[in-house]
């Protein structure tokens, strides 16, 4: 059985557990469509998705004090389907840009095997998982650039002046990172159980950030869409001895759904 967000004795803190979740399947994922800060629904699939890693939770204990989402639908409804098979839809939520999946730019509403085909493996390769290298920026002739700027779920931020255009991983860590020190942090180490349902991009940075990942290390991670992951942390919020990503889930299914998101971006055989 799970244990509560920390672990203490007489001393202080032991450890520190934080569940997150990338969504499940969205409906541009199943078209296979680069999608970035355009607001997908999920899928049926998706919809699936949540139920089952709310039942895994529940299964194993899991049980949570506030969780955290982006401002995307495809999150915040993945979230909604594990608060409600955790018998938990009350707890406080709280809903960021910050934890938005990346900006694709111009490559948003492109498919991705069509991306393959026009520009290669490589670029596209490069594109979705390469640290530093945005891809093209969003120009008015996409047919989702006034559909993004102006939705509605942005009226809080970012501010327009800062509204992104494009974002390589680095840059999305440049936002995330701030929400996971000033918000997550603390709540952490007041011993609060926090869950993240964000997004592949969003959580990769996370990720690269608690296991110290180099710029190549993390260019092989491919997050699986709606398989809870929990770190342990120790008292300096690094993971402990095999406390990095320990998924919810047989070992052969999340290799088998990592692999499914790592072909997206590549050629048909
Ligand atoms: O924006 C997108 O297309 C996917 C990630 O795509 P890849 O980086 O895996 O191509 O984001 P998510 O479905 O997690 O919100």
Not at 209 to 234: R, V
Request: glycine share 8%.
């Amino acid at each position: 059985m799970a244990s509560k967000g920390k672990t203490s004795c007489c001393c202080g803190p032991k450890s520190y557990q934080i569940v997150m979740v990338r969504h499940g399947e969205s409906e541009w994922n199943q078209k296979n469509l680069f999608c970035g800060w355009f607001n997908a629904d999920l899928s049926d699939r998706g919809r699936q998705e949540a139920v089952t890693a709310g039942k895994a939770l529940k299964n194993a204990g899991h049980r949570f004090d506030l969780a955290y989402t982006s401002v995307l639908q495809r999150a915040n409804k993945t979230l909604d389907g594990i608060l409600q098979e955790l018998n938990q839809t009350g707890i406080p939520i709280e809903k960021t840009w910050r934890l938005n999946e990346r900006h694709y730019g111009g490559l948003t509403g492109l498919n991705k095997v069509d991306t393959v085909a026009k520009y290669g493996e490589e670029q596209v390769a490069i594109w979705r998982r390469s640290f530093d290298v945005p891809p093209p920026p969003i120009t008015p002739d996409n047919p989702y650039y006034d559909v993004i700027l102006n939705d509605p779920i942005y009226k809080d931020g970012p501010p327009k002046n800062e509204f992104p255009l494009f974002e390589s991983l680095e840059l999305t860590i440049k936002r995330t990172l701030p929400f996971w020190n000033d918000k997550v942090v603390p709540q952490l180490k007041a011993g609060k159980k926090i869950l993240i349902a964000a997004h592949g991009n969003s959580l990769r940075g996370i990720v690269k950030h608690l296991d110290q990942m180099n710029n190549d290390e993390i260019m092989k991670l491919n997050l699986p869409t709606g398989i809870p992951f929990m770190y342990t942390l120790d008292k300096e919020l690094k993971p402990v001895p095999g406390g990095s990503l320990q998924f919810l889930g047989d070992p052969e299914t999340v290799k088998k759904a990592m692999d499914e998101v790592a072909n997206q971006g590549k050629a048909k055989k």
